[in-house]
């Protein structure tokens, strides 16, 4: 333990490089306030890397004193942590290590806390029934991947899901249900609290079949302006990778136009046959796919920018060639992100009412999930 005393000035410096924060890496807890209790008060310990005596943990007969008080030799700790490097573990805990922790979290503090206000975003979380599947969406997680480009504006988040919904999607009352639901969650929770609490941003993390994600993203239109996340599998991550070289690509099948169909061969392949045994064979399809649609294509958010660049294009095309009051039955395989982006880009006064598909092999094939019209 320190003999030290360290003075005021270089203390008050240290809690504010490490922002009341354990530095320890993959900590960060709070040194301020009681996690159990909420009581607040100071928990830290100041720590020496290179001990204040050269007999002290990673101490030195030149360094010792030398460093004894300056403030790049110290870190604040829990007590935790302050034990595993000068008691229980200090050989696992070398000066180098211990350095690059410190680093590490005092800058990212510093960043953090450089952000402008205009940055802020509140959390949306929505989750719902994928087969036997109930998804798990973690504040925490979604929160590291907005930065550096938002920050998070509260440390709650807006769950906008059915918790401990007990339905499958295969179920007849399941897309009633969590369209209920999720109008109902929007209207008593997300859109009362954007209006007292001065929310100018939102960033959306989902994971739901894609006819609720497409109705997701019709409702939340034009409540604020929102950044959409995109699950990832390699690496698993909600965080954007880096920008490729991508290009989307239309098929079209025009018969008749007295029945459409949009065709997303996004993430999986939609063979128009499959179609045809829902509408018939007398109707057009219009297909977006690319050269290799699968899971986990949607990498970036320039492709997801390009997507509802020819979204808008292909509604236009199909309303020129069939119609404004053309009903558009959509087939959607397609990434979480495209499917809230296309419910976003859908404009009740301008476009055709919906008819939106979900797969269900349960009930062999595609079955209709919602019809959504002009009155929207």
């Known amino acids: 333990m320190s003999k030290t ?14 922002s009341g924060r354990c530095e320890y890496e993959g900590c960060n807890c709070i040194l301020w306030r ?28 030149v ?15 829990c007590d935790k942590h302050h034990r595993l490097i000068d008691v229980e573990d200090v050989v696992g ?40 599947h109930s998804p798990v969406l973690n504040y925490q997680l ?24 007990l339905e499958k999607d295969s179920s007849p009352q399941y897309w009633m249900l969590q369209e209920r639901n999720l109008k109902d969650q929007l209207n008593g929770s997300l859109i009362p609290l954007i209006r007292t609490s001065g929310i100018s941003h939102l960033s959306v993390f989902a994971l739901a079949p894609q006819p609720l994600l497409i109705l997701l993203g019709i409702q939340l239109n034009d409540i604020l302006p929102l950044a959409v996340y995109q699950k990832h599998r390699e690496p698993d991550t909600w965080v954007w990778q880096e920008a490729e070289d991508f290009e989307h690509q239309f098929q079209i099948l025009q018969r ?33 796919t690319h050269e290799r649609p699968g899971n986990d294509y949607l990498k970036s958010k320039q492709i997801l920018s390009d997507f509802r660049v020819q979204i808008r294009q292909l509604f ?15 087939f959607p395989a397609m990434p979480v992100s495209a ?3 296309f419910g976003r880009i859908w404009m009740p006064k301008a476009d055709m009412p919906l008819v939106i598909y979900d797969e269900n092999r349960a009930l062999g094939g595609f079955v209709k999930a919602f019809e959504i019209n002009h009155s929207l």
């Open 256 to 288: 008749k136009p007295s029945v459409v169909a949009l065709n997303f061969s996004m993430s999986a392949t939609i063979t128009n046959d499959r179609i045809e045994r829902v509408l018939g064979k007398d109707c057009s399809i219009y297909t977006l």
């Open 142 to 165: 979604a929160a590291n991947a907005m930065y550096p480009e938002w920050y998070p504006a509260s440390a709650q988040s807006t769950e906008l899901s059915l918790i401990n919904s």
């Open 339 to 341: 499917a809230i982006e």
């Open 63 to 77: 360094l010792s004193p030398r460093l004894a008080k300056d403030l790049n030799n110290l870190m604040l700790l």
């Open 93 to 132: 805990h070398p000066v180098e290590r211990l350095l690059e922790m410190k680093r590490k979290h005092e800058e990212r503090m510093e960043v953090l806390s450089g952000i402008k206000s205009d940055k802020a975003s509140h959390i949306v979380l929505f989750g719902a029934n994928i087969g036997h």
């Open 34 to 61: 009681d996690e159990v209790t909420k009581f607040e008060f100071n928990s830290s310990y100041i720590a020496h890397i290179v001990a204040d005596e050269p007999s002290g943990p990673r101490g030195d007969v």
């Open 316 to 330: 236009d095309k199909i309303k020129t060639v069939h119609g404004h009051g053309t009903v558009l039955h959509v």
């Open 5 to 18: 005393k360290i003075p005021n000035k270089v203390s008050t410096r240290l809690w504010g490089k490490s």
